[in-house]
């Protein structure tokens, strides 16, 4: 079947632009979740959905950063006024279920760089 | 933010041999932990998961777990080329994962 599928692979920006990151989960997942990762680094938890519930946005480094799966599906990531900084891959995974115990499946994220 | 401690490497191993991976982790609640392996340019990848003390075996990786001691390791029997990675430790910060910085693995021909 098919996996965790981001839009689109690679942004460029410039500084000051808005950006808006797609994923689209497994079907039937219940969660999703978003990471940073930086390079050489391991990702970075940003958010966290159970359906269409914004149950911890706790990562988010700045009131720049918005997400929302409102149809409890398809995920937007959306960046406002991008700087330098905000560089690095954003990877969106799925789960089945709201559990710890539960397996991530990764999308294969997307590739972010600001000018 | 709960630590989790990798070794960043690069362990260099021959072909055919065993690699060790290690993690230690601070959090004492964490009762689930995964093993991810992420090619250069790409995503994780999700090979082990382990929830209970003792050792888990699929097929070369066997994912050891030691609670009370905090650890949690991968070793990769018959070590191939293709198993050069990076491989990420992560157990759980609630729903989410926390992950480590990873460990650089290059198997040698």
């Known amino acids: 079947g098919a996996g965790v599928s981001q839009s689109p692979r690679y942004k460029v920006a410039k500084r000051g632009q808005d950006v808006a990151l797609r994923c689209d989960p497994i079907s039937g997942h219940v969660s999703l979740f978003w990471y940073q990762q930086a390079l050489g680094q391991g990702p970075e938890f940003l958010t966290y959905?159970?359906?269409?519930?914004?149950?911890?946005k706790s990562g988010l480094p700045s009131d720049r950063f918005f997400a929302e799966r409102p149809e409890g599906s398809v995920s937007t990531l959306k960046i406002q006024r991008t700087q330098q900084e905000d560089s690095a891959v954003y990877l969106c995974a799925s789960s089945l279920f709201s559990s710890s115990y539960n397996e991530q499946f990764f999308g294969p994220g997307t590739r972010l760089t600001v000018l | 933010q709960k630590e989790v401690e990798q070794n960043s490497g690069p362990l260099s191993v021959p072909e055919g041999a065993i690699a060790s991976l290690n993690c230690t982790y601070s959090?004492?609640?964490?009762?689930?932990f995964f093993w991810y392996r992420q090619y250069s340019g790409k995503s994780p990848e999700l090979i082990m998961s382990?929830?209970?003390?003792g050792d888990k075996e699929d097929g070369r990786f066997t994912a050891q777990l030691n609670k009370a001691s905090q650890y949690v390791s991968l070793l990769i029997r018959d070590s191939q080329p293709s198993d050069s990675a990076t491989y990420l430790c992560?157990?759980?910060?609630?729903?989410?994962?926390?992950f480590g910085k990873g460990t650089s693995l290059l198997v040698t021909p």
């Open positions: 382990i929830y209970s003390n």
């Open positions: 992560a157990p759980p910060a609630g729903y989410a994962l926390n």
């Open positions: 959090d004492r609640g964490s009762q689930s």
């Open positions: 959905f159970q359906n269409e519930a914004q149950l911890d």
